[in-house]
């Protein structure tokens, strides 16, 4: 051996030299992310659980598999989330803040059916980017009614609200047929879409589930008779 081909000594000192070295990197990849490092860890459980309660089943999967999906300590996992609930309803509760931002953006400026294809567009293609999500939405947040009543009081009444303000202001403008509740068309949309989210779910075909996006609206917008009368 010459002494090229000795391995460099590592000691206390040299490894905190290191450290220091590549902390500015670590900083950097943390800033272009957009995220502080904290919050950084936190979106990394979050996408972990997402992965994990969607390929064990949520009543399956320990905290500690979370973990290891992330790459952290279980410890680590308790430092930003109090319990495996936690981490389920803030899955929900990021993804549903996303969609109500987005549907309060697809308001703007836009023809009140334009608004309603766009939101209808948004819904599908988010749960059909990320099949672990769409399973956790679709299956495992309707294990039992605790989950659903809490989030059907909150975001999802948000959610159904933006949808029957838009049926409303078409109703307004004289675009959609009044004498009809924009609620009730607000939840008979939400429901064909949630309806053809799960089929997606558990169908063993792979298709793209935002094309259902028009056809369901047209079917809530047009219904299903000719006009012509018998």
Same mark, same amino acid.
């Given at each position: 051996?010459?002494?090229?081909? /000795?391995?460099?000594?590592?000691?206390?000192?040299?490894?905190?030299?290191?450290?220091?070295?590549?902390?500015?990197?670590?900083?950097?990849?943390? %800033? %272009?992310?957009?995220?502080?490092?904290?919050?950084?860890?936190? $979106?990394?459980?979050?996408? %972990?659980?997402?992965?994990?309660?969607?390929?064990?089943?949520?009543?399956?999967?320990? &905290?500690? =598999? &979370?973990?290891?999906?992330?790459?952290?300590?279980?410890?680590? /996992?308790?430092?930003?989330?109090?319990?495996? =609930?936690?981490?389920?309803?803030?899955?929900?509760?990021?993804?549903?803040?996303?969609?109500?931002? $987005?549907?309060?953006?697809?308001?703007?400026?836009?023809?009140?059916?334009?608004?309603?294809?766009?939101?209808?567009?948004?819904?599908?293609?988010?749960?059909?980017? =990320?099949?672990?999500?769409?399973? /956790?939405?679709?299956?495992?947040?309707?294990?039992?009614?605790?989950?659903? $009543?809490?989030?059907?009081?909150?975001?999802?009444?948000?959610?159904?609200?933006?949808?029957?303000? /838009?049926?409303?202001?078409?109703?307004?403008?004289?675009?959609?047929?009044?004498?009809?509740?924009?609620?009730?068309?607000?939840?008979?949309?939400?429901?064909?879409?949630? $309806?053809?989210?799960?089929?997606?779910?558990?169908?063993?075909?792979?298709?793209?589930?935002?094309?259902?996006?028009?056809?369901?609206?047209?079917?809530?917008?047009?219904?299903?008779?000719?006009?012509?009368?018998?």
């Amino acid at each position: 051996m010459n002494s090229h081909s /000795v391995p460099p000594v590592t000691t206390p000192r040299s490894t905190a030299r290191l450290s220091a070295a590549t902390a500015p990197a670590r900083r950097r990849a943390a %800033a %272009a992310s957009g995220l502080r490092p904290a919050q950084d860890k936190r $979106e990394r459980i979050l996408t %972990a659980a997402t992965k994990t309660f969607a390929r064990r089943g949520f009543f399956n999967a320990q &905290v500690a =598999d &979370v973990a290891r999906a992330a790459g952290v300590a279980s410890g680590t /996992v308790y430092l930003y989330f109090r319990s495996k =609930d936690d981490l389920i309803v803030s899955i929900f509760e990021r993804t549903m803040r996303s969609a109500i931002a $987005e549907g309060r953006a697809a308001l703007d400026g836009l023809h009140p059916e334009a608004s309603l294809r766009r939101i209808a567009r948004l819904h599908l293609e988010r749960l059909g980017a =990320d099949r672990d999500l769409a399973v /956790v939405f679709q299956v495992e947040l309707r294990g039992t009614t605790k989950f659903m $009543e809490r989030f059907s009081a909150t975001y999802v009444r948000e959610y159904l609200g933006i949808l029957r303000d /838009v049926i409303a202001d078409g109703q307004a403008r004289r675009v959609f047929r009044a004498g009809i509740s924009p609620t009730l068309v607000a939840k008979a949309l939400f429901g064909a879409l949630d $309806e053809m989210a799960t089929n997606w779910v558990l169908s063993p075909r792979t298709y793209d589930l935002a094309a259902d996006a028009d056809p369901i609206v047209d079917l809530i917008l047009n219904g299903v008779r000719t006009g012509q009368r018998p």
